[in-house]
């Protein structure tokens, strides 16, 4: 049976693919450094936007954000080529990658900021440094830097915090609270990319919340439309509530 196609939609996206039975991808420096140089020549030409990266030796995590339909052919092309490259150089053939790449697409500001730390702490998280300014290989050594590479500048850090270093540095060592990060992916926080079908339309998310008889009515709808996919914060704006509160409301009703 032909598998099926990815069904996109503009947006941010986590990706996350790894090496074939796990195995290492990335065996020498100027593995990791190619792979760095192609993924940022395919992302100037396809228009997508790199927010944070980090290449570890058997897999890699990308946090992306795309403004056409084009995720599948750009990552094709990444793919492709760093494989011809790895298996030209180390004498192997077959596949290099374990299937085709993970994608989610991320509908929820919450699940974004905390993706951009668990991004960036994989190396610390596999014991492989003892600070993030160690590892060469992430998107975290270079938003210190004073003059920040072509396919960083529209990162999300950068156009948030610019130069201070001292503030990037202080968000993306914070702790992490992994029961948070688990509840936001029950909660349908981050939406497995080939199971979302369409933007959310506004207008028919205005008009859901119309005619509320009382706040449960209007609770029960701010979790219907939460599972259709509508993010906390387009959710929030419609109603006029602080995001925190939408959270509440989807939070009380998956206990």
């Known amino acids: 049976m ?5 069904i996109e939609i503009v947006g941010y996206y986590h990706i996350i693919n790894r090496g074939v039975e796990q195995r290492v991808i990335f065996k020498e420096a100027c593995d990791y450094e190619y792979f760095e140089e192609l993924m940022c020549f395919y992302m100037k030409s396809y228009g997508i936007t790199l927010h944070n990266y980090c290449l570890m030796s058997n897999h890699y995590h990308l946090l992306i954000e795309t403004s056409t339909d084009n995720l599948s052919k750009f990552m094709r092309q990444l793919n492709m080529n760093y494989a011809i490259y790895f298996n030209k150089k180390y004498k192997r053939v077959g596949h290099l990658w374990q299937g085709r790449f ?14 951009m730390l668990y991004i960036e702490q994989n190396p610390l998280k596999a014991n492989m440094v003892k600070t993030l300014e160690e590892y060469p290989y992430s998107s975290y050594h270079y938003f210190l830097q004073k003059e920040i590479p072509e396919c960083l500048q529209n990162a999300w850090i950068v156009q948030n915090h610019g130069n201070d270093h001292e503030a990037i540095q202080v968000m993306l060592n914070s ?6 990060l688990q509840e936001l992916k029950k909660a349908s926080s981050l939406i497995e990319a080939p199971n979302v079908d369409k933007k959310p339309n506004i207008e028919k998310l205005i008009k859901m919340f119309t005619n509320n008889k009382d706040l449960k009515e209007r609770n029960n709808k701010i979790v219907k439309a939460y599972e259709q996919g509508y993010s906390q914060h ?22």
């Open 102 to 115: 993970k994608s989610w697409y991320v509908t929820d500001e919450a699940y974004l900021y905390t993706l």
């Open 175 to 180: 702790k992490i609270d992994t029961s948070v």
């Open 234 to 255: 387009m959710i929030a704006k419609v109603l006029g509530l602080s995001q925190p509160a939408v959270y509440g409301v989807i939070k009380r009703s998956r206990k």
């Open 2 to 6: 032909p598998r099926r196609p990815r």
